[in-house]
Each structure stands twice: as structure tokens, then as C-alpha cells.
């Protein structure tokens, strides 16, 4: 999965950065940055603008098709304004 996103992002020009959590080195169950957020489902898409304010959140998917529509819709909104 991880090659996957930086193919997609990479072969986009998505000027973002993305995070794919990994779990704690001494306990599998816990993933610190999903932690940090309170993300409580996975997978979990967020996008935050240039300025850091959080302008989307969501939960899930269906496919990945469906998966990739929802994130270019959310990041044209976001470049857009």
C-alpha cells in the first residue's frame, strides 16, 4: 500500500505530504499518530490546507476508485480557495 500512495502522489504533483502511520516498534495495536489525532477508523483520509487548518475528514472507502475521486475532489476544493 505504501508504494501504491507514493506512485499516486508522485505521478499527481499532489504538492502535499502524506503520512501512513506505522505501529509502535513495542506494541502493534497502537499507531502514534493515529493516536495524536484520534482517528478511530481506518483507513482515514484528512487534508489539511497550506495554513494547517483541518478541511477534511472522512472514514473508509468502498474501492479504490472511489477512494481516489473522494482525495481529488477534497484537494481541488482545498487548492481552489
Known sequence: ???????YVSSNKFPTNVVL?????NNPKVFPIA??????????K?????????RFSTYGYRSDSEL??????????????
Do not use: C, F, W
Open 46 to 54: 484528512i487534508v489539511i490546507d497550506k495554513t494547517g487548518k483541518l
Open 21 to 25: 502511520d506505522k505501529a509502535h516498534n
Open 68 to 81: 481516489i475521486d473522494e482525495l481529488e475532489a477534497m484537494i481541488a476544493i482545498v487548492k481552489a480557495q
Open 1 to 7: 500500500a505504501t508504494e501504491r500512495v507514493k506512485t
Open 35 to 44: 493516536n495524536a489525532y484520534k482517528i478511530s477508523s481506518i483507513p482515514a
